[in-house]
């Protein structure tokens, strides 16, 4: 009673603003209440729907395994070196009066290169061919002389010694003139070292000797350098333990090799392999092998390090899968393969060869299984997955989980 005789007491204005509040709280019970209920409501029965389909299916890319031909490659590094190589040196001494060639000029076998002054040498020749025309005239004239005494001999007017005495002088003579000729042809083969030619057909370097300068046949330092490039060759090495694959490979026909820059990202040429060597570096364990390019475009250039690929052998109808599809476990390498109802299998498998991109399966798995190949991190045994191959267009929950992504701000 109290209190209700305090209100009545205030003034009019009071009552009505208490009137007022309490007017404006109803109104926002009658408004909110029933709202939030429903939100509740709603969102009980999305997690109700949720819960009874199970957690969504991970997207993954598969791949069938299929059977293709695999080429097994040793891969290695070489450096390019001239299938041939001369240092062109002058055979006899004397003067340079000419240089017939360009440094770094292609030269043809047999092209003119140096010349040196050939007069010491023609005068030597001629002078030996004339120190046989001499012998000759005096064995004529020796031979006429026996002709004599053999007459003479008949007639018992010469004595058979001097008939023995002449000829024994012809005979002299013959064996004399014989040397004229070895003189001559020495001669001749000294004069025609004076003109230096190719003696292979390559490129030219740095030319040596310029014209003016005396030449010696004990020079160590030579006139040019000639090297062949085409064909070249690759020296290049492989570890010992590839000794034997190497062997059986050569063994069965040509063994192909490539050689590519250094860094492995194009290929350069195609040859084969030429030779093994005889013997194993023990101070690094590898094997010597050289091959030999035709290299008609000159891809090839002594002195550059390439890499190299050779093809030791070829797994006819090998279980093959991509690279990205091998996972490394604890117990060895595992790949994830989709079964029925798109339930992943964890496989243990065994791989025996492999390259960038490629690995050969021996065993744990079969021709048409589905491997996962890239999608793996949120994998275990028994995940269901919404799987599509590789290069194939989106799946629906892929599109439905990409349009959300894009709509959340």
Excluded: C
């Amino acid at each position: 009673m109290t209190t209700i005789h305090r209100l009545y007491s205030r003034s009019p204005k009071t009552l009505f603003a208490l009137a007022g509040l309490l007017l404006i709280i109803g109104f926002l019970g009658w408004r909110y209440f029933p709202s939030r209920a429903a939100d509740v409501a709603a969102n009980s029965a999305e997690v109700g729907k949720r819960q009874g389909k199970g957690p969504a299916p991970i997207p993954v890319t598969i791949q069938p395994v299929q059977k293709h031909d695999f080429q097994v490659y040793l891969n290695g590094l070489g450096t390019v070196q001239p299938y041939d190589t001369v240092t062109v040196r002058s055979r006899v001494d004397g003067q340079v009066i000419k240089v017939d060639f360009r440094q770094g000029q292609m030269v043809n076998k047999g092209d003119l290169l140096v010349q040196i002054d050939p007069r010491p040498y023609q005068a030597a020749l001629e002078q030996a061919q004339a120190k046989k025309a001499q012998d000759e005239a005096n064995l004529k004239n020796a031979q006429l002389d026996l002709k004599r005494y053999s007459t003479l001999a008949q007639q018992e007017f010469a004595t058979r010694q001097q008939l023995d005495t002449q000829q024994a002088t012809v005979d002299q003579l013959i064996a004399q003139i014989k040397g004229d000729q070895a003189n001559i042809d020495n001669t001749g083969t000294q004069l025609s070292y004076t003109d230096i030619r190719s003696p292979l057909t390559g490129k030219t370097g740095f030319r040596l000797v310029d014209p003016g300068n005396i030449v010696h046949a004990s020079d160590t330092s030579g006139i040019v350098t000639i090297v062949k490039l085409q064909p070249i060759s690759v020296v290049f090495t492989a570890p010992e333990e590839e000794i034997g694959k190497i062997n059986n490979a050569l063994g069965s026909g040509v063994v192909p090799v490539m050689a590519l820059t250094s860094d492995g990202t194009k290929v350069l040429a195609q040859g084969h392999l030429a030779l093994v060597n005889n013997e194993v570096d023990q101070a690094s364990g590898t094997i010597r092998m050289k091959a030999t390019f035709q290299n008609t475009d000159n891809a090839l250039w002594p002195g550059l390090s390439v890499a190299t690929r050779l093809l030791v052998n070829t797994r006819k109808n090998a279980i093959v899968v991509s690279s990205d599809a091998i996972e490394h476990g604890q117990n060895g390498l595992y790949a994830f393969v989709v079964g029925d109802e798109n339930k992943v299998e964890i496989k243990e498998i065994k791989v025996s060869d492999e390259d960038a991109t490629r690995a050969v399966v021996t065993e744990g798995l079969a021709v048409g299984d589905r491997v996962v190949v890239a999608g793996q991190y949120r994998l275990t045994q028994g995940v269901v997955v919404d799987p599509r191959e590789t290069n194939a267009p989106p799946s629906p929950a892929d599109k439905e989980a990409s349009n959300t992504s894009q709509k959340v701000p």
